[in-house]
């Protein structure tokens, strides 16, 4: 079973993604991959077609996650989380938690609150 690797839009701070880093997560920012100004249906072709978890506080994300889900398709996971529910260093944690007990593999088609 292969570790989940993350993917971000532009909507979170770069210091989650440091923090991730240093804790050994693998994640890639939508900056890193030349798709900051792209649009959602572009974001999405690329995490799932490269098997990243989209981790977003755009709630406009679930709501495509869904609709993906919905008409038969399949997606490789989105975590959501409010912008204002965690400070930075818990959403390092609750990340970093969900790595360790979930798989890629079991994340195909979630959609995670954190």
């Given at each position: 079973m292969?570790a989940?690797?993350?993917?971000?839009?532009e909507?979170?701070d770069?210091a989650?993604?440091?923090?991730?880093?240093?804790?050994s997560v693998e994640?890639?920012?939508?900056?890193?991959?030349?798709?900051?100004?792209?649009?959602d249906?572009?974001?999405?072709?690329?995490?799932i077609?490269?098997?990243?978890?989209?981790y977003?506080?755009d709630?406009?994300?679930?709501?495509?996650?869904?609709?993906?889900?919905?008409s038969g398709?399949?997606?490789t996971?989105?975590v959501?989380?409010?912008?204002?529910?965690?400070?930075?260093?818990?959403?390092i944690?609750?990340?970093?938690?969900?790595?360790?007990?979930?798989?890629?593999?079991?994340?195909?088609?979630?959609?995670?609150?954190?």
């Amino acid at each position: 079973m292969s570790a989940i690797r993350f993917y971000t839009d532009e909507h979170v701070d770069f210091a989650v993604v440091s923090g991730l880093r240093r804790r050994s997560v693998e994640i890639l920012t939508c900056q890193e991959a030349g798709l900051r100004t792209k649009s959602d249906a572009e974001h999405f072709e690329f995490f799932i077609t490269s098997g990243y978890v989209l981790y977003t506080h755009d709630g406009g994300c679930v709501g495509r996650a869904a609709e993906i889900s919905h008409s038969g398709l399949s997606h490789t996971s989105v975590v959501y989380c409010h912008h204002a529910k965690y400070w930075i260093g818990e959403q390092i944690r609750l990340l970093k938690e969900l790595v360790e007990r979930v798989s890629a593999e079991e994340m195909v088609d979630r959609i995670v609150y954190l």
